[in-house]
């Protein structure tokens, strides 16, 4: 690795549940280089979520460190956070996490709204987001009107919205059918392969994870195996 845009350093997080300490990560350290596509497996309460979580900071890991483009998250505030996130990173969902009463084009500029651009930059770049993801006759239709896969198309622009530099996506398709979970990954290689944006995705599916550069296999809240490819 000679250029990592995100690091975790002896992550660890545990919480109560029912009287007893679970111990969902036990000491995770990875490095993720700009550009990679990296895919995180293993089975289900293994910790891939929590890591996946943590690393966006959406989570706050028990003890250990998150470096993002070279900050420490430990080491701001929690504006200060918001700002780092907003800038560098995208989030993909299963659930794809829309505001159901805002329509597909309202969705991919909300978080153009919460990062303070002109009503004109956020409706210019959102029509183009939405054309990119193949829904450019849906801009008006609310997640309900919207298929699965349509849904996970507008939660991928909305994704790209504030141009980020790494995407987060967690089972991104697990909501989905085979046909259209292989249209969704398209489109995330794509834009890992033609616009240089660092992918790490944590999968469920074995075909997923073989279009990644690298896969990190967890087991037990901790690092089983990493492998590459060839």
Not at 108 to 133: H, I, K, N
């Amino acid at each position: 690795m000679t250029n990592p845009i995100l690091s975790t350093k002896d992550l660890s997080k545990t919480y109560p549940m029912n009287g007893v300490t679970v111990h969902a990560l036990r000491g995770v350290s990875m490095l993720v280089e700009r550009g990679e596509f990296v895919a995180i497996v293993g089975p289900s309460g293994c910790g891939k979520s929590t890591l996946l979580s943590i690393a966006g900071g959406l989570m706050t890991p028990s003890s250990g460190q998150v470096i993002i483009d070279n900050q420490d998250l430990s080491q701001l505030s929690e504006s200060e956070s918001a700002r780092l996130r907003q800038k560098h990173i995208g989030y993909v969902f299963q659930s794809y996490n829309l505001l159901v009463d805002l329509t597909a084009i309202e969705n991919v500029e909300f978080p153009m709204v919460l990062a303070g651009l002109s009503e004109d930059e956020r409706l210019s770049w959102a029509l183009e987001l939405l054309e990119r993801v193949g829904l450019a006759d849906k801009v008006d239709y609310l997640p309900d009107e919207l298929s699965g896969g349509q849904k996970q198309r507008v939660a991928i622009a909305r994704a790209l919205a504030n141009r980020p530099e790494i995407i987060l996506a967690d089972e991104p398709t697990g909501n989905l059918d085979s046909a259209t979970a292989a249209e969704i990954m398209d489109l995330l290689t794509g834009l890992n392969r033609n616009d240089g944006v660092t992918l790490v995705m944590v999968t469920h599916a074995p075909e997923d994870a073989a279009r990644a550069h690298r896969t990190i296999s967890m087991r037990d809240g901790q690092i089983e195996q990493l492998t590459e490819k060839i």
